[in-house]
């Protein structure tokens, strides 16, 4: 078996090859991450391991626009497995054909449950917490999601008591899964 064959079958971290979002080819950490084995990923949409289809659209938006800027994209970010649980993943990914980032590229999953535990949180809740990880203010949240900046303050509440933190300091730590 050739070498770079052998390090993408047994790359430790799951890896696999899209094409307008479509995975053509992936890796046995991939299928270990996702459920089943790498023979069970052949041509199905990236779509089916979004929680939603506002996230897959909304995620796609964000990176499509990183992407035409530097051919490459990285985020953390929730998605589902094969059998519906979902879960935390570290997502990263180098465009192959920079014109057109989509139409080809390599992308890297990891599964970050471990470290990261899942706390259910609604599409809006979600949106909130991105932001708010971005370093925006709740009026700058409020002006991007269309919201007043009571109701984000409302959401942030939310978050806090989920994720059962004092301050948006610790809020932000555990959204982001740094250690505290």
């Not at 998605?79 to 890297?108: D, H």
Request: proline share 4%.
């Amino acid at each position: 078996m050739e070498i770079g064959t052998l390090a993408f079958e047994h790359a430790p971290i799951g890896i696999a090859v899209l094409e307008h979002r479509i995975i053509r080819a992936c890796n046995r950490q991939f299928a270990a991450i996702f459920g089943g084995a790498p023979d069970d990923y052949g041509d199905v949409p990236l779509a089916r391991f979004y929680p939603s289809i506002e996230d897959y659209r909304r995620i796609g938006a964000d990176a499509l626009a990183i992407m035409r800027r530097t051919g490459r994209y990285a985020d953390e970010r929730v998605m589902r497995r094969r059998n519906g649980e979902l879960f935390w993943c570290r997502v990263r990914g180098a465009s192959l054909t920079p014109s057109a980032p989509f139409q080809r590229g390599v992308w890297s999953f990891a599964d970050l449950s471990e470290e990261r535990p899942l706390v259910r949180l609604t599409q809006r809740e979600r949106e909130v917490a991105i932001l708010t990880c971005r370093g925006l203010t709740s009026k700058e949240i409020g002006l991007e999601l269309g919201l007043s900046y009571r109701t984000v303050e409302v959401y942030r509440a939310r978050l806090l008591e989920k994720f059962h933190a004092r301050k948006l300091a610790e809020l932000v730590a555990k959204l982001s899964g740094m250690p505290l």
